[in-house]
């Protein structure tokens, strides 16, 4: 009963390929997100979509797009993947987006690029 | 600017003994504060969280933290910690309700000796 879920759990890839990371919320949560953790260990925010809507959007290079089908799922699309996006991808949701009720965060995914 | 700072990049403590990490924010509204730990391979975990009422707030796994305006700081302790304790600890801070993000600090990372 995985609250939130991501898959793959590892991924080893070339520079160059395009890769996907998909993640499910079961917790019946309106918002979504990526955050990227980099190798010290720094989060930072990609995107966030509430109810299929992208309402935030960092300074994140246009090969990375994010596609919500519905408010229980939010992929992540890389494309021309280079070195500089080995990194923990993590997938969280909250509530409703309120910064009161805290995140709930996926297991997370761990790229490599070669 | 909003940010969050945690001066100890790396704590060890003995098992048993008390335990103290450092968190100061900086934001313009009334902060929303967070903590959340990260085991080893692990999505991060929702310890506690501030955004009213008693400064001194009680979490899961017998953590608590008290949020002091004045200095801007929101430090979590614990009285006595147990070697599954060791982990990497992330202070956050969220705005008000309509913001979307949180800003994480860098981490500080707690080794528990035996």
């Known amino acids: 009963d995985t609250a939130v879920s991501q898959t793959p759990k590892y991924l080893v890839t070339q520079m160059g390929n395009d890769k996907s990371i998909k993640c499910e919320q079961n917790?019946?949560?309106?918002?979504m997100y990526w955050y990227k953790q980099d190798s010290k260990k720094f989060l930072k925010i990609m995107f966030s979509?509430?109810?299929?809507?992208?309402?935030i959007n960092e300074t994140v290079p246009n090969r990375f797009s994010p596609k919500s089908p519905d408010k229980a799922h939010l992929n992540l699309h890389i494309n021309s993947l280079e070195l500089g996006d080995s990194a923990v991808y993590f997938c969280?949701?909250?509530?409703?987006?309120?910064?009161?009720?805290?995140?709930?965060f996926g297991s997370g995914t761990r790229l490599t690029v070669v | 600017a909003q940010s969050v700072t945690q001066p100890d990049i790396h704590i060890t403590v003995s098992e048993g003994a008390s335990l103290e990490l450092r968190c100061n924010y900086s934001?313009?509204?009334?902060?929303?504060l967070f903590w959340y730990v990260q085991s080893p391979g692990q999505g991060l975990q929702l310890l506690l969280k501030?955004?009213?009422?008693?400064?001194l707030v009680q979490g899961i796994k017998g953590f608590e933290a008290e949020f002091k305006r004045s200095q801007s700081s929101f430090n979590l302790r614990k009285p006595s910690v147990h070697w599954s304790d060791a982990a990497e600890y992330f202070c956050?801070?969220?705005?008000?309700?309509?913001?979307?993000?949180?800003?994480f600090g860098t981490g500080t990372r707690l080794k528990v000796l035996a």
């Open positions: 934001y313009g509204a009334t902060p929303y």
């Open positions: 969280a949701s909250s509530q409703d987006g309120s910064p009161s009720y805290g995140y709930t």
């Open positions: 979509y509430n109810n299929k809507e992208l309402i």
């Open positions: 501030y955004f009213s009422g008693d400064t």
């Open positions: 956050a801070v969220g705005g008000a309700s309509g913001t979307y993000k949180y800003i």
């Open positions: 917790l019946g949560h309106d918002t």
